[in-house]
């Protein structure tokens, strides 16, 4: 695989459910902020022509301080690049993808609260667009899903159709912008809480890339101190 592929890392949201003052991506997971588990791993891979992490306003000097200090490599620093995130996930998605100045043709979507991707899974993902198309990395559910109202079931879910969506989303870069363009002229009567809800809103065809529980996203201090055992374990 040539470098047809860029990653934008949303790490604008400042983690409420976590608590605490600081935004959970900033948190020291063994030893280490937890953004930087992804962004090592997509700054380290070939494949990946470039890296932009939208990050808040507040926070831009503190990210950039802190990735100075980091033993990062010439090669890996070339590929990195800091941005103000937007006032919603997406739109930081968005000024992420217009940050964007190499020739790449896709572009991965990651939440840095999932620091343990994989590269098998975003080698997965990079096939997957160029022989398909748009797609996602998701788990199939393993519990029962019941639709409810009012604390009441109303119907229960044929589990082997549902699956419980992750990141990376991707997508072609021209075709993100392109849907960008026509929100900002017509916008959403809903707020997108990922990529493939813009192109299926859309009705691009989105492909599902089987992932794991290990790119499980943290949100909760149990999460935490589940992942950091990991991390102890590996």
């Not at 990195?80 to 020739?103: C, D, F, P, Y």
Request: aromatic share 8%; hydrophobic share 45%.
């Amino acid at each position: 695989m040539d470098k047809k592929f860029a990653v934008v890392l949303p790490a604008g949201g400042l983690g409420k459910r976590m608590g605490g003052n600081i935004p959970k991506q900033l948190m020291l997971l063994g030893g280490k902020p937890v953004y930087r588990y992804c962004l090592e791993t997509f700054l380290s891979m070939d494949e990946i022509a470039e890296v932009v992490m939208a990050v808040p306003a507040d926070w831009k000097s503190h990210f950039e301080n802190e990735l100075a200090a980091a033993s990062l490599t010439p090669e890996m620093r070339a590929k990195l690049k800091i941005v103000v995130g937007g006032a919603e996930r997406w739109q930081s998605v968005e000024n992420g993808v217009n940050a964007l100045t190499s020739s790449a043709e896709y572009v991965l979507v990651h939440d840095v609260a999932r620091p343990f991707i994989s590269k098998e899974t975003i080698l997965d993902v990079c096939r997957t667009l160029e022989t398909k198309g748009a797609c996602l990395v998701a788990k199939p559910a393993v519990d029962t899903i019941k639709i409810a109202a009012d604390g009441r079931v109303e119907k229960t879910i044929d589990r082997n159709t549902v699956w419980m969506a992750q990141t990376p989303q991707a997508a072609r870069i021209d075709l993100l912008k392109k849907l960008y363009a026509r929100i900002a002229a017509e916008p959403l009567n809903f707020v997108p809480t990922d990529e493939a809800s813009i192109l299926e809103f859309f009705g691009e065809p989105v492909y599902i890339v089987k992932g794991a529980a290990a790119n499980d996203k943290l949100t909760t201090p149990e999460d935490f101190e589940i992942f950091a055992a990991k991390i102890k374990t590996a």
